[in-house]
Structure formats: C-alpha cells, structure tokens
C-alpha cells in the first residue's frame, strides 16, 4: 500500500452496544491485530486507513484515506452529539452473532444514526453496513443466536450493506471495509455527476471536506 497522499478522505462511523467487537475490527482492518484483553473505549477513538478503489468512469485506482471512528458502546460514555456524525460518509452499525441483544438494541443505534444522517433531502447519500461479527464462534452458520438471514432481511428493510466477520481470525474484514470505500467512493462519484449536470463542479476539495456527507 502506497503512503502517498490520499485522492479522497471519508469519514466513517462504527456504533453499536458494548463488547460487540468494534474496536477489534478496526484493530483488525487496520493491523491485522486481534487482543482478547482489548479495553473497552472511552469517549472516542479514530484510526485511519488507506485503501484503492477503481474509479471506473476513469478506468484508474484511487487512494481513499478511510477515517474510522470508533465509539464506546457503554451508556455511560455516550456523550455523542451531532458533532460525531457530522460529515460522516458511511456508517457502521456492529452486532454479535452470538448475542441476540446486541441486534435488537440496533433499532435504537439507527434511529440516532438516521436522526443525524438520513434526512429527507439526501436521504441516500450515506452509506450504512450491517455486520455480524464473532462468526468464529459458530463452527456452523445455523449455530449463530441470529440467523443470517434475520439480519441479511434487516439490512435490507434498512437499505444497509451486510457483511459476517470475526475480528479475530479476520475473517470478512477487509472486505467489509473495501465495500464501504468503494460504495462511498461510487455515491460521491455519482453526485458529482449530478452537479456537473447541473453546471457546478465538485472538486477534491469539496470531496475531501466530507461532501455528500451527513448533517
Ligand atoms: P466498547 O468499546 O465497550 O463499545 O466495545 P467494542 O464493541 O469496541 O468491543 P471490543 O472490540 O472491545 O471487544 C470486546 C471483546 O470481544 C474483547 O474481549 C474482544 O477480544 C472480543 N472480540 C472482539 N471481536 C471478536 C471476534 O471476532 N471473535 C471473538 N471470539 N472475540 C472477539
Ligand atoms: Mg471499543
């Protein structure tokens, strides 16, 4: 991976309860790392990673610097306000496939997340991905406490990208995370089209400063 300067930076969001695996995905995604001792986030954390999408209008690969938010799950580190979604260009809604609660208390994560990011006049332009993480503890795909196809119908009802991972074997990480990119990157893309139609130009700048994002 190339350490050059990004083409495009995007802002995403990773939000579900406590002990879902949040942290370790991104500490998986970004070091290939897994800590079964991981300590559980205070306040907020952010990682960064650089990623290639194909810009296929262009037939060329572009660098997307991925700026990953990771947040506390715990009630009493939620202190999140407007200001952690603002800008956000996708946003990452983690569950655990062993513990039914942590999918059900995701009704009230993307009731939040829609407050802030899906408003009428752009309601698309924020990319949401659902993820079942933990598989590694389901030697079989019917030994998950939430069957996959509950959650595959849920992403769709909510117009999310799904994708099952385990943090810890790495499993569906960086393909989780690729997808993400390159929809923000094709959503961005397309927008920009549109405001080229309409005789205004989009340009990195504009891209850069979390354009096409929420709030
Ligand atoms: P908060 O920061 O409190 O919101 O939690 P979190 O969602 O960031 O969870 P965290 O990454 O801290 O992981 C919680 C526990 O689950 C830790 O003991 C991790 O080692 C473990 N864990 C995370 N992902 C996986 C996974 O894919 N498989 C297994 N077996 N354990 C995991
Ligand atoms: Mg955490």
Redesign the pocket.
């Known amino acids: 991976m190339s350490t050059g300067k990004a083409d495009l930076s995007i802002k995403v969001l990773l939000i ?10 991104l ?1 998986s995604f970004t070091s290939g790392a ?8 205070i306040g907020i954390d952010f990682r960064v990673k650089k990623v290639e999408v194909l810009d296929a209008h262009l037939g060329q690969r572009k660098q997307l610097s991925m700026q990953l938010w ?5 009630e009493r580190f939620r202190t999140l306000t407007s200001s952690y979604y603002r800008g956000a260009n996708a946003v990452v809604l ?1 569950y655990d496939v062993n513990e039914p609660q942590t999918f059900t208390g995701l009704q009230e994560w993307l009731e939040e997340a829609n407050a802030y990011c899906r408003s009428e006049r752009d309601e698309d332009s924020v990319i949401y991905l659902l993820i079942g ?5 389901c030697p079989m795909e019917g030994d998950m406490a939430v069957s996959k196809a509950t959650a595959q119908s849920f992403a769709k009802q909510h117009a999310m990208l799904f994708a099952l ?5 790495q499993v569906g990480v960086a393909q989780a995370f690729d997808e993400v990119a390159r929809n923000v990157f094709d959503k961005l893309s397309e927008m920009e089209s549109m405001q080229r139609g309409r005789g205004t130009t989009l340009r990195d700048e504009d891209l850069n400063s979390g354009g096409g994002g929420c709030c």
């Open positions: 579900g309860d406590s002990g879902v695996g949040k942290s370790s995905l500490l897994f800590d079964e001792d991981i300590n559980a986030t990771d947040t506390a799950g715990q983690v993480n933990k598989v590694d503890r991972t385990s943090a810890k074997t």
